[in-house]
Nanobody, 124 residues
């Protein structure tokens, strides 16, 4: 079992950068696909970025391509989301997700474990 715990959210201005962290207890960490999702008020939870089981592949939603980077440190059981050139539309609660059934996560249906979320607010 994996329990993701997010950190690093906050209030920033448009154009700023922010790095989210997700510490996941449970082993073996590298055998879980990991991902980030986000949910704005009144909207559905949406996919942001994913890193595959074994950490060989990454994928991104169009909204974050070129601005967001997902990475991991297996020794620290931690996944990161580096977000650059932030926009007010990026304002949302960001959730870390893990899956032991899928080699990579693409939708909420692929997720077995969710973190509690961390708020990111981007002011214009």
């Amino acid at each position: 079992q994996v329990q993701p715990v997010e950190s690093g959210g906050g209030l920033v201005q448009a154009g700023d950068s922010l790095r989210l962290s997700c510490a996941a207890s449970g082993r073996p960490f590298s055998r879980y696909a990991m991902a980030w999702f986000r949910q704005a008020p009144g909207a559905a939870r949406e996919f942001v970025a994913a890193i595959s089981w074994g950490r060989s592949n990454t994928s991104y939603a169009d909204s974050g391509k070129g601005r967001f980077t997902i990475s991991s440190n297996n020794a620290k059981n931690t996944v990161y989301l580096q977000m650059n050139s932030l926009k007010p539309d990026d304002t949302a609660v960001y959730y870390c997700a893990a899956s032991f059934l899928r080699s990579s996560i693409a939708t909420v249906r692929d997720v077995n474990y969710w973190g509690q979320g961390t708020q990111v607010t981007v002011s214009s």
